[in-house]
T-cell receptor
Framework: ETGVTQSPTHLIKTRGQQVTLRCSSQ?????VSWYQQALGQGPQFIFQ???????GRGNFPPRFSGLQFPNYSSELNVNALELDDSALYLC????????????FGSGTRLTVV | KNEVEQSPQNLTAQEGEFITINCSYS?????LHWLQQHPGGGIVSLFM???GKKKHGRLIATINIQEKHSSLHITASHPRDSAVYIC???????????FGEGTQLTVNP
């Protein structure tokens, strides 16, 4: 049974650029949630994908978008990067949209300069 | 006021001490999660509680639904327990997790 894999692990981008982060969900899981964790703070919910459809969204602007693929892997896209987007981006997978059990990835550390 | 609050924010202990981290929440929940985050960033799920108490090795988690309060206890603490411990509320309205800000635990030898 594989865990959740995120790529890349680290990334440096320039303000105004676009970035795509990737997440492979744990085998057997069909739901992926994305979180943003600023330094010294708890993670904040960005959105969730369940069976390839967005299933809930946090307080993030539309330049944060996502996709889920038929194999349940997922992408997080951020357009027009701002300095405040610098954070650790975490992906968590689960079996169903209201599942109790989550498996987290190790995160992607994004730095915007 | 945050929907999930933890205390203390920082905790330093000597090896062998008994440790308690507290979590209070103001939202209705279907479950309360305790998570561990090491400096590299990855999060490990420790417990998922909807009532009562759970134990795993030296870790114990309790929850009081009426008081909207949960505690994580570590018995016989060890330097390898040093990490950030985060509680997260899984709201009844959906599946999103609302996280506390974490407790930085340092256990000195």
């Amino acid at each position: 049974e594989t865990g959740v894999t995120q790529s890349p692990t680290h990334l440096i981008k320039t303000r105004g650029q676009q970035v795509t982060l990737r997440c492979s969900s744990q085998s057997g899981h069909n739901t992926v949630s994305w979180y943003q964790q600023a330094l010294g703070q708890g993670p904040q919910f960005i959105f969730q994908y369940y069976r390839e459809e967005e299933n809930g969204r946090g307080n993030f602007p539309p330049r944060f978008s996502g996709l889920q693929f038929p194999n349940y892997s997922s992408e997080l896209n951020v357009n027009a990067l701002e300095l405040d987007d610098s954070a650790l981006y975490l992906c968590a997978s689960s079996w169903a949209a209201k599942s109790y059990g989550y498996t987290f990835g190790s995160g992607t550390r994004l730095t915007v300069v | 006021k945050n929907e999930v609050e933890q205390s203390p924010q920082n905790l330093t202990a000597q090896e062998g001490e008994f440790i308690t981290i507290n979590c209070s929440y103001s939202v209705g929940i279907s479950a309360l999660h305790w998570l561990q985050q090491h400096p590299g960033g990855g999060i490990v799920s420790l417990f998922m509680l909807s009532s009562g108490k759970k134990k795993h090795g030296r870790l114990i988690a309790t929850i009081n639904i009426q008081e909207k309060h949960s505690s994580l206890h570590i018995t016989a603490s060890h330097p390898r327990d040093s990490a950030v411990y985060i509680c997260a509320a899984q709201e009844t309205s959906g599946s999103r997790l609302t996280f506390g800000e974490g407790t930085q635990l340092t256990v000195n030898p």
